[in-house]
């Protein structure tokens, strides 16, 4: 073989192992590349999973959680629905008791004491609603607040009705001060305490 | 063999190496581009996947939540049940007290 021959077989052979090299370096770098984008799209897949799990965790939340809120709702209504009978009831119940003359008139003769007993003054003003001055006998009425107060009272009756179920208001000569010993005032004030009783009798353990 | 003629035999092998290294560089290039195409193919069929998955995990967790929220709602309306008609039993004994209450309490 010439000089020449083995020139040109090197030259040729070099190019030949560079082409190679070319090859195998971008083969091994596809590989990499492959393996990459791989994990690369792994861990999005990953996370859609991922994500998708944690919505359904919610949706599972989300609905106990309107089912529990709509109940609770519920139950809310019909408990304030049995305390609101109670109540009124009860307010019916006073009401029929206070029908019987005898036992009006000594619950209203306590009224009316404590209101003279509240208002502090020597000669008060006792107010009734209309079918009360029908029907009270106002003697009777004045001496068993006399027997309550242990003193004579200086009473006087106005022939003015006031609107209210029952009870009476107590006010100064002048009209200036006002104790309100109605019953419907009664029924106002002691509401909070009626519904905390109602609501331990009826739902406590 | 003259100078020339070995000058020329030289050249060509050049131009051979040259066209080789070509090839090679021409085949590289399309093996690049064959993985571009590769990659997005592969990453299109894993999130499709993964979009499947993702789906059904919803829409299995959307009936699972409607039967679990049956099973709930019936326990906790049981429950309620028990409440409401033990207070309803006690309205009797409920109202007593209250009317004793505005029958007896000082203003």
Known sequence: MSETSRFTEDILAAANQKAHAIIDETEIETRQALDQAKIQSAREANDIVNSARAEAEAVRRRKISEIRQRLKLEEQFEKSRIVTEVLDQSKERVIETLKDERRYLAYLAALVTSGIREIGLEAVVVHLNVHDLSRVNTIELEREISKLLGKSAKIEFSSEPVKALGGAIVSSKDGKTRIINTLDQKFEALEPRLLIEAGKTLFGE | ?107
């Open chain 2, 1 to 107: 063999m003259s100078g020339i003629e070995t000058v020329k035999v030289i050249v060509e092998a050049e131009k051979e190496a040259a066209k080789i290294l070509a090839d090679a560089h021409t085949r590289a290039d399309e093996i690049r581009k064959r993985l571009d195409s590769l990659i997005e193919q592969q990453r299109k069929e894993t999130i499709q996947a993964a979009q499947k998955e993702a789906t059904a995990l919803v829409a299995n967790a959307q009936s699972e939540a409607v039967t679990e929220g049956q099973v709930f709602e019936k326990d906790v309306q049981s429950k309620m049940r028990e409440t409401l008609d033990r207070a309803s039993a006690r309205k009797g004994l409920a109202v007593e007290k209250l009317v004793s209450i505005l029958m007896e309490s000082e203003l």
